[in-house]
C-alpha cells in the first residue's frame, strides 16, 4: 500500500514537473483580465447560504466532508505555468480537507474564469471511487454552468458529491460530526 501511494506522490510530481514546461500566455492574459465582481454577481449572500446549506444536508448520516471552493481566476503566476487540477490539489492541502479522522475529505473546486470544475478526493474515498464518477460529476456541473445556473449547478454537484460519500460511508462508521467548515470558499 505504501508503494502505491509513492508511485502517487511521484507521478503528481512529474506532472507538475511538465506541466512548468508549458508556458501558456493566452490563459495568462485570461486570468488578467478577469472582473472580480464577476463572481460576486453569480454568488450573493443568499446563493451562498444555498451552498452552505447543501454541504450540510449533503454530509448528513455519513462519515464524509465536502469543502466547496469557488475562485475567480487562478493567481497569475499559476496561469502563466500551470493548470486547474494543480491549483485544486494545492487548496486541497492548503485548507486541510485531508485532515479528517477518516481521510474522508473531498474538494469541489469550481474556477470560473477557466470554466473548470475539479474534484479532489482523499484517499479514504477516492480508492473506492473511479475517475470516471468524478469526471461525471464534473461534467454535469459545468453543463450547469455553462447555461450560467451557477446556483443550481454548484448545489447539484455537492447533492452527487453527497451521495457517493452516503454509499460508501453511511452507517459504516461513527460520523464525528462536522471537521470542516460548509461554508463555501471564494478566492
Same mark, same amino acid.
Given at each position: ?87 485544486? %490539489? ?55 454552468? %455553462? ?41
Amino acid at each position: 500500500m505504501m508503494v502505491n501511494n509513492e508511485t502517487d506522490l511521484i507521478s503528481s510530481h512529474q506532472k507538475l514537473t511538465d506541466d512548468s514546461k508549458q508556458l501558456d500566455f493566452s490563459r495568462w492574459l485570461r486570468n488578467f483580465i478577469y472582473l472580480p465582481w464577476q463572481t460576486r454577481r453569480c454568488f450573493n449572500a443568499d446563493v451562498q447560504k444555498q451552498i452552505s446549506n447543501a454541504v450540510a444536508r449533503a454530509e448528513q448520516n455519513h462519515a464524509g466532508e465536502i469543502q466547496v471552493i469557488i475562485e475567480g481566476h487562478l493567481p497569475l503566476d499559476m496561469a502563466l505555468r500551470s493548470n486547474t487540477r494543480t491549483r485544486a %490539489k494545492q487548496l486541497f492541502a492548503e485548507y486541510g480537507v485531508w485532515d479528517t479522522a477518516y481521510n474522508s475529505g473531498v474538494l469541489l473546486y469550481i474556477n470560473l474564469c477557466e470554466r473548470k470544475v475539479e474534484i479532489v478526493a482523499d484517499r479514504g474515498i477516492n480508492h473506492f471511487v473511479t475517475s470516471e464518477n468524478w469526471d461525471t460529476i464534473c461534467s454535469n456541473i459545468t453543463a450547469l454552468l %455553462k447555461q450560467k445556473q451557477y446556483c443550481a449547478g454548484v448545489i447539484s454537484g455537492i447533492d452527487q458529491i453527497g451521495e457517493v460519500l452516503n454509499q460508501f460511508y453511511a452507517n459504516k462508521i461513527k460520523d464525528l460530526g462536522n471537521e470542516l467548515s460548509n461554508q463555501a470558499i471564494f478566492l
